[in-house]
Nanobody, 116 residues
Framework: QVQLVESGGGLVQSGGSLTLSCAASGSIFRPNVMGWYRQAPGKQRELAATMTSGGTANYADSAKGRFPVSRDNAKNMVFLRMNSVKPEDTAVYYC??????????WGQGTQVTVSS
């Protein structure tokens, strides 16, 4: 089992910045992929950004150039730096870990609200 705990969400003004953090614990095996997905009200959960344990990043078009993803493998953490946020970035952001054995884990989610 893997436990994922997010932190760093909150209310931010349009154009501002916010950093989300996620700490993983439990049966963590590498290689793996960790990252962030988001779900806005009335919409499906979608990719924001992920990074492999080897450092390869994958971004949704909406996140490219604004939301760099990073990892600290020694601490089993993943981060999402949200820059130049827009009201349409308002969503619950979920941390995710996908292991090579196919198991997929989710955090409880952290709310990000962008005011215009």
């Amino acid at each position: 089992q893997v436990q994922l705990v997010e932190s760093g969400g909150g209310l931010v003004q349009s154009g501002g910045s916010l950093t989300l953090s996620c700490a993983a614990s439990g049966s963590i095996f590498r290689p793996n992929v960790m990252g962030w997905y988001r779900q806005a009200p009335g919409k499906q959960r979608e990719l924001a950004a992920t990074m492999t344990s080897g450092g390869t990043a994958n971004y949704a078009d909406s996140a490219k150039g604004r939301f760099p993803v990073s990892r600290d493998n020694a601490k089993n953490m993943v981060f999402l730096r949200m820059n130049s946020v827009k009201p349409e970035d308002t969503a619950v952001y979920y941390c995710n870990m996908r292991r090579t054995d196919g198991l997929n884990y989710w955090g409880q989610g952290t709310q990000v609200t962008v005011s215009s």
